[in-house]
């Protein structure tokens, strides 16, 4: 059964980023479609949105979605009009929401275009995280892992950056330390807590391919490490590591199937939970950086 491509067009008076969020979260409840996100930043007049209605593709509608976040009164229902008249799937996004704060408030909204959206009281805390993920990545730093919230342990392509950098935007303090066959781990890693500690494994065979496809990238060096790709060296490597692993008292996600999102929120859940058994606090709900946004 083909599925048929989804074109998301994002409308906004400003830069369009919130309406992008809500549709890349919305298109990853339709993996069978492929999905092309467009944006259309700045509209601020009816000629603006007629020219993004006149550039917009589609077979009376189908396989096409407006999603907007327009404060303008006339601009808004002049997204809606169109989309009617062409039979086109509308959002509106900043609709339901203004709407609510008004009856809240007992006030009405002002309704100014592209105002500033502000800071959050998390944002100066993030951005700290995510200078912190990129000084202490791929173990470049050791003398940081004591002022590390998270530290991620692993062998080479198990997805310690990434995760790391995600986590760092989420608001936590992420280094990440490659566990090599053969080296030592760094001293230091002996020294953070334990609950803090995850570490990330991965299927061997996937590890194979994903490794002979980074030598091929490299013109075919093998980064100075014999077998690098080699899966009968990848069991051996996985092996002496899981040894560390154990040494160290620490979880092991694999993260061969797991989407980035998901890897972080089981990362985050199994650090709280370890801190708070450490501590022993009550396993009870704790409001996450992420949660406070």
């Not at 700045?42 to 979605?65: C, M, P, Q, W």
Request: hydrophobic content about 40%; charged content about 25%; overall charge neutral.
């Amino acid at each position: 059964m083909s599925s048929a491509p989804i074109e998301i067009h994002v409308i906004a008076d400003s830069t369009g980023d919130t309406a992008a969020r809500v549709a890349r979260a919305a298109q990853a409840q339709f993996v069978q479609h492929p999905t092309r996100i467009m944006r259309h930043p700045r509209i601020a007049t009816a000629d603006g949105l007629r020219a993004v209605f006149e550039s917009i593709k589609g077979d009376g509608g189908k396989g096409v979605a407006i999603f907007s976040t327009l404060v303008d009164d006339g601009l808004r229902a002049l997204v809606t009009e169109m989309c009617e008249s062409r039979g086109v799937a509308h959002a509106d996004l900043l609709a339901p929401a203004i709407t609510a704060l008004e009856q809240a408030s007992g006030d009405v909204a002002e309704r100014v275009p592209a105002r500033p959206v502000g800071t959050d009281p998390d944002y100066f805390k993030r951005i700290a995280a995510m200078e912190y993920a990129v000084k202490n990545d791929d173990g470049q730093f050791p003398e940081g892992l004591r002022d590390a919230d998270i530290v991620l342990i692993g062998v080479s392509r198990t997805g310690k950056t990434p995760l790391s950098m995600y986590l760092g935007y989420l608001g936590y303090k992420t280094a990440n330390v490659p566990l090599v066959r053969g080296i030592a781990p760094p001293p230091g890693l002996f020294e953070v807590p334990r609950w803090k500690i995850v570490a990330l494994t991965i299927d061997p065979q996937r590890l194979a391919t994903i490794r002979g496809r980074r030598v091929r990238a490299l013109g075919g060096r093998a980064r100075g490490r014999d077998g690098y790709a080699e899966l009968n060296r990848i069991y051996d490597e996985l092996e002496e590591v899981g040894a560390i692993h154990k040494r160290l008292g620490c979880p092991v996600i694999d993260t061969t199937s797991l989407a980035l999102e998901e890897a972080a929120g089981r990362v985050i859940d199994l650090v709280d939970d370890r801190r708070r058994a450490a501590s022993g606090e009550h396993l009870g709900h704790t409001v996450k950086p992420e949660e406070n946004r």
